[in-house]
């Protein structure tokens, strides 16, 4: 995985702007957003009474990262009305494995340029 796999999830260049481009500063608050989403992720369907408090945090873990679309989907989710919000949590599992994969990308390539000094 390299930076050429990042697919557009996540807007890096928000991300490097607000920590001021500190390689571990990012790093440290991608970590942050990984945790946070295998904590949630497992309460994004509707059978876990949770699932809207899942949404928003994830909604406010993805904007803090540049994951806009996430970021949206999730706040979609989380207003949305209950008869609909299986379909809505699909789309925000989606777009939240979208951006971990971009983060999984962004994170190797922080680690390889580390390497190269």
């Not at 607000?18 to 992720?41: G, H, K, P, S």
């Not at 540049?66 to 207003?79: F, I, P, T, Y």
Request: glycine share 10%.
């Amino acid at each position: 995985m390299a930076m050429r796999d990042i697919t557009g999830a996540v807007d890096f260049a928000y991300l490097e702007a607000y920590t001021m481009n500190d390689a571990v500063i990012i790093e440290e608050v991608l970590r942050l957003f990984q945790q946070q989403c295998e904590l949630w992720a497992p309460l994004l369907d509707t059978s876990h009474e949770g699932w809207r408090d899942a949404a928003h945090t994830l909604k406010g873990a993805a904007a803090g990262i540049g994951a806009q679309a996430l970021s949206a989907l999730a706040g979609e989710a989380e207003k949305g009305d209950a008869e609909g919000a299986a379909g809505r949590l699909e789309r925000v599992k989606t777009e939240m494995n979208a951006a971990l994969h971009d983060v999984a990308a962004y994170v190797h390539g922080l680690h390889l340029r580390s390497l190269k000094g």
